[in-house]
Every structure is written in C-alpha cells, then in structure tokens.
C-alpha cells in the first residue's frame, strides 16, 4: 500500500507548532556548530545562515516530509581542520559551494541509492544511539556547566575531557539557577505531554516547548529581582550576534574567494565535505523515514540535488555546509510535524527572529533548551525499543547493540561503520545457512542426494556451495535442483560445473541438474 501523501497547508495547525519547536532547538545548535567549527566568535552567523538555507531552500526541493537540515556537529572537525589548511574562511566558503556541485551531480548520477543499503538493526542502533547521546551531552547544560557546544556528538572533546568525565564535572561545577530552571522545564514538558493537555484547543497550536522557554527567561528575570546568586549570564543563556546596524547586519555574511580555485587543498575539502555530508544525509533520512508515523520514503537521490542545491547557496552568502540532521527531524516528529512545511517554518523563523528579536533570544537559558533535548533523547532510547530489539532475536539485536555502544563511544560515522561490519557478518552467516538446501533419498537401493539452491544465489555463497559439494560422499547419485533460483552467480555455476568435470568422476557421483542451463552434466561414470 502506497503510504498517503499528506497536504501542506492543510496541515499548517500540526506544522506551525512543530516548525517553531524545531526552531528552538536549533537556535542553539547552529550557534554551538559554528562556534565549535571555526572556533571564532564573529562567524557565529555562519551557523544561523546554515540554518536558515537548510530550513527554507533545503525543505522545498527536498521531498523528505519531516526531515530538517542545517549545521551538522558530525563535521565539525573537518570543517575546523579545513580553514585551517585553506588560510581563511572564504576559501573554505568556495569549498562548500564545490561540494554543493558534487552533491547535486551525485543526485543525478543515483548515488542515492547507497542509502538503501543500510541495515534497519544499524539505523535503530543510530537512533538510539543518538538519543543517549542527547542525554548525557544535555546534562551538564541542564546543570549549567556550559563548557562544550550543545549540539556536540563526539565521545571525545577538544578539551581533552570526554562525555561521562563532563558529567562529574557538570556536578562538581553546578548552578543551582540553571538546575531549578531544568526541572521546572522538564516538568513542564511532561505535563504537555499528557492527554489532558493535548485535549486543551491552544496548546494543540502552541507547542509545550514555546512554554518552557518563555517560563525560564521569567525564572531568569526573578532571579536576577530577588536572588541574583542564581541569576544566569553570558555563557549559561543563548549568544546570538546582535547587529547595530543593518549595514552591520550584513556584514554578517561573508563570500568565497574565488582566487582560491587555483588551490588544489580546495578540491580535496570539497571531496570530502560532498563524501561525508553525502553519508550523514541519508543516513539521517532512512533513519527520519523510520520514525515517520505514515511512513512515508523518502527519494535520496533528490535529498542528495536539495542538500547539494543547499549547499551552493549556503557557501555562497557565509554559511557552513549543510546536512539533513536526526536531532532536529526527531523534534519535528516529536512535536507532531507533518509534513515538510515544519521544516520550512523553521527556517522562516530563524531568519525573521534574527533580524527583529535577536536580543530577546539571547535572554533564553541554555537550561530550558536543554530540558527540550532531554525530552527528545529520552524518545529516541526509550527502555522498550531495547526490548523489542532483543526479542527480534540475536540477528538483530547484536548489531543493534554494538551500534549503539560504538556510536556513543566514538562518533556517529565510525559507530555506523562498526555496526555495519557487524550486521553485514550477520547478513553473510544467514545467506550461507540459507542458500541452499540438502536432503538424502534412496532409489534403486543407492543413496540419492537432492541438493536444492535458493532463489538468488550470489558469489557470496560460493563458500557454502562448494563445502556442501565436498562432503558429498562416493558412489551416490546427486540432483542439483535450480528450478527455484531467477539468479545463480557465474562463480557459483563455475564451481558446480568443476565439480561435475572432475570431483564426480573421482568419487563415482552421477550427477544429474535441473534448471540450470549453463552447466553442462556428463553423465554414466
């Protein structure tokens, strides 16, 4: 059954509200990304930009209903590391831009259909991995020790401490301002989440996570009126870069040097971000495809023209590259988005709030967003998807498993790589157990082996092949039945042909196929 296809602006009362939640959560996480990637203060706004063409341009050509792009944390240290080598951020810029050609050509060329190929064990495995992640990276800031960027994934951080040594410092090193604000929040976000509230008219329209953040800039404002002790500033609250001035304003964007093609370092960046971005991108979309409650696919091929599309633009104008990202799809889904209009109210959003009300965000505690993600990881890694995995049986769980660990362990795409190698051992064990079938008969008093083959028997089952044809034993009649097969593998017809010309001979086999035309039997030893 083909999954409905759902009207836009009929929609709007679900998307409006989910829009302005993904919104929020990715204020902050653009932000982080950008400071985290150039390591500068004054391109901070290259993160927003990201945001803001990952929301608008990136959600109309794409034909991903829930997915969201913009900044990704995943290619943070490639990012950083490239400005480094290129000697300026506005050669890296024409790097973005070349990557964005790369993209949108692969669309064409259907490399999307590497997305495919990724086993559902590996994408739960991600998910939950992610939500995890999501956990233990948003304690510290519900805590208030703001030291690491929100939105940072990796197990290891630049300063040398790592995610479970950030929460004893997150304890050690509290603000009782910040935690009083992140259980007021979280209190605030389970109590929207009951059916009672979600029978209330206004908040089916207003989202619990717009509350949340109104109630901590209040608890903010009180503190700093009768308990300045707990009041927050500077690092603990959103930074967003506020323009004096509407030259000052543009001046925020920035644009690629384009006396930088002669490099050949150029190149090499744009391979890799186009390579990398690429693999985040649909991942994020099988992953997103999984969650969507009319699960709904998603086209990859045209996913890889939009974000390639998103990206051109986005080096263009002074924003950092582009990907389709699973934290901001889950918070869509999450707040009840349905289709991609979500996706383009955020960044609608974000490019008007930032022009008209950029320092009333940067009145919203680190604290309250941070409730919000909690929320969101506490969804993706709920106690019963570990259940229902384990009870799919070893094939499944394992895979998942290892995922999970490797991912919160190391990062996203070594953790993908780890749990591929692990389901893809899993895929091969099961198509050498399954690729053929052996039974024993007797007619005229002789043993007579039936060897069955399955429908598709491909090069990797040659193993498995030609094991069951070695342990035939001597003077027995053998039928090798491929009636059933629409494919047999050159390699394998090759090795069942061997055995015909030369091991049946030595063991006095007759040797009899069906449904195998290639392989010409001698019979009458």
């Not at 939009?306 to 707040?335: E, F, H």
């Amino acid at each position: 059954m083909t999954p409905k296809k759902l009207n836009m602006f009929a929609n709007l009362k679900s998307d409006f509200p989910a829009g302005l939640v993904v919104f929020l959560v990715a204020l902050p996480l653009c932000l982080g990304v950008a400071l985290a990637s150039t390591g500068r203060s004054d391109l901070l706004f290259s993160g927003i930009i990201a945001g803001i063409v990952g929301g608008i341009v990136v959600g109309s050509l794409s034909n991903s209903s829930l997915g969201v792009s913009g900044p990704a944390a995943g290619l943070v240290v490639i990012v950083l590391t490239a400005i480094e080598a290129l000697g300026s951020f506005e050669a890296f810029l024409l790097a973005v831009v070349l990557s964005g050609i790369i993209q949108f050509v692969a669309g064409y060329l259907k490399a999307g259909i590497i997305g495919y190929f990724f086993p559902s064990s590996v994408i739960k495995g991600m998910l939950t991995a992610i939500g995890i992640i999501l956990i233990l990276k948003e304690i510290p800031h519900a805590f208030g020790y703001d030291e690491n960027f929100m939105g940072d994934v990796d197990f290891a951080q630049k300063d040398g401490q790592n995610t479970f040594s950030e929460l004893y410092f997150s304890i050690k090193y509290s603000s009782w301002g910040s935690i009083i604000i992140s259980i007021i929040s979280l209190g605030l976000l389970m109590l929207f989440d009951t059916n009672f509230m979600k029978r209330i008219v206004l908040f089916k329209f207003l989202p619990g996570a717009l509350f949340v953040v109104l109630v901590g800039i209040l608890l903010n404002y009180l503190f700093n009126f009768f308990s300045p002790e707990l009041a927050l500033s500077g690092k603990h609250l959103v930074e967003l870069p506020v323009a004096s001035s509407a030259q000052e304003f543009v001046g925020f964007f920035k644009f690629p040097d384009f006396s930088a093609f002669s490099n050949p370092q150029v190149y090499m960046v744009a391979v890799t971000l186009a390579i990398v971005a690429s693999l985040e991108t649909l991942l994020s979309v099988e992953a997103t495809d999984k969650l969507d409650p009319h699960k709904r696919r998603t086209s990859t091929n045209k996913e890889l023209k939009a974000q390639g599309v998103g990206n051109m633009i986005s080096g263009l104008i002074g924003g950092l590259p582009i990907t389709q990202v699973i934290v901001r799809s889950s918070a869509n889904i999450d707040a009840g988005g349905k289709t991609k209009l979500g996706t383009i109210i955020h960044g609608a959003i974000l490019l008007l709030s930032v022009i008209i009300i950029p320092v009333f965000l940067n009145l919203i505690p680190l604290a309250s967003l941070a409730a919000i993600l909690l929320m969101v990881g506490y969804k993706l890694a709920k106690p019963s998807l570990f259940k229902q995995m384990y009870q799919l049986g070893h094939e499944q769980f394992i895979p998942f498993i290892i995922t999970v660990v490797a991912i919160v362990s190391t990062d996203l795409l070594k953790g993908i790589g780890i749990g591929m190698v692990v389901a893809v051992f899993y895929i091969l064990r099961k198509n050498y157990k399954n690729a053929l079938n052996l039974s024993i008969d007797e007619i005229d008093g002789k043993p007579t082996y039936y060897l069955t083959l399955s429908e598709e028997i491909t090069f990797l089952n040659k193993a498995s092949v030609a094991k069951t044809l070695a342990d035939i034993p001597e003077d027995v009649n053998l039928i090798i039945d491929g009636s059933k097969s629409y494919s047999i593998s050159y390699d394998v017809l090759e090795n069942i042909q061997e055995f015909v010309d030369f091991t049946s001979k030595l063991k006095n086999i007759t040797v009899e196929t069906k449904g195998i035309d290639a392989v010409k039997v001698i019979t009458g030893h």
